[in-house]
């Protein structure tokens, strides 16, 4: 019976993963990872040129992400069928051999890889390597230490509702949005009235080939990438 290692790839850049992840990923037989219907995938794009010229893949394609409402039970139904299946088929081809599952970022921080598992902890050989997350890239990117001394740091969702973004983003100092996608109108309003718009950024597509970095109060349109993030920096104690 072989493991199954998922394999935290970093923010984007190929440079950015482990030593591990590297070594893993170039020796892999099999691999398997996440992507949406029609696309290369972000994980599977990370590892361009890594891979040796046999190896097996097997793409876990969503069956949906965003077409309807992630609170509808239709929704939870689609996704949990969806993991049950590929943690199954994953238990079944790891009898062949290792399988590595690449996860852009870090595995355990809102990553996919997660709903895997918790469907095979205790039944299969599994391990997980850490990687770089998207924030950590981002914050990098914007070339100016993020949190200080005794700053409170948030991570939100921009998918929460208005209410509780608004609370969000009034407590603390530094302050991470992640998921922002087509939440851009709400996460604005909320970053205004706690009097933070002026000094929140929008990082897309951090450390890829096509970073972008803007002042989020000069970006017009209503829908960032997949791949963005809002930073807010702190400016907590320091000598
Ligand atoms: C499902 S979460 C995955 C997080 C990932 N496991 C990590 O460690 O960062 C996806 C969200 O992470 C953020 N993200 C991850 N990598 C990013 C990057 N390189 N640039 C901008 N945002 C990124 C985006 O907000 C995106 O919507």
Excluded at 83 to 94: C, E, F, K
Excluded at 143 to 148: K, T, Y
Excluded at 196 to 213: P, R, S
């Amino acid at each position: 019976m072989g493991k199954i290692i998922c394999v935290g790839l970093g923010p984007g850049d190929q440079e950015l993963m482990s030593v591990r992840s590297d070594r893993l990923i170039r020796s892999a037989k099999t691999i398997a990872f996440f992507r949406k219907k029609g696309r290369a995938g972000q994980a599977r794009t990370i590892v361009d040129g890594m891979l040796q010229q046999d190896i097996i893949e097997y793409a876990m394609e969503y069956p949906i992400t965003s077409e309807i409402d992630f609170l509808s039970t239709e929704y939870k139904v689609v996704l949990a069928e969806f993991y049950n299946n590929w943690a199954l088929r994953l238990q079944q081809i790891a009898k062949e051999g290792d399988v590595i599952v690449l996860c852009e970022g870090d595995p355990l921080f809102y990553g996919s890889f997660m709903h895997l598992h918790i469907r095979l902890n205790g039944k299969v050989h599994l391990e997980v390597i850490p990687g770089i997350t998207g924030m950590s890239g981002c914050w990098t990117a914007l070339g100016e230490p993020f949190c200080w001394g005794d700053d409170i740091t948030s991570v939100v969702m921009g998918t929460i509702c208005s209410e509780k973004l608004r609370e969000a983003v009034s407590l603390g100092d530094a302050l991470v949005i992640m998921k922002v996608g087509a939440h851009i109108p709400k996460i604005k309003k909320a970053l205004l009235e706690a009097k933070k718009l002026d000094q929140a950024w929008l990082i897309e597509k951090g450390t890829m080939n096509d970073e972008k970095i803007v002042k989020l109060s000069e970006f017009t349109l209503d829908k960032a990438p997949y791949f963005s993030i809002v930073l807010v920096r702190g400016e907590g104690r320091r000598p």
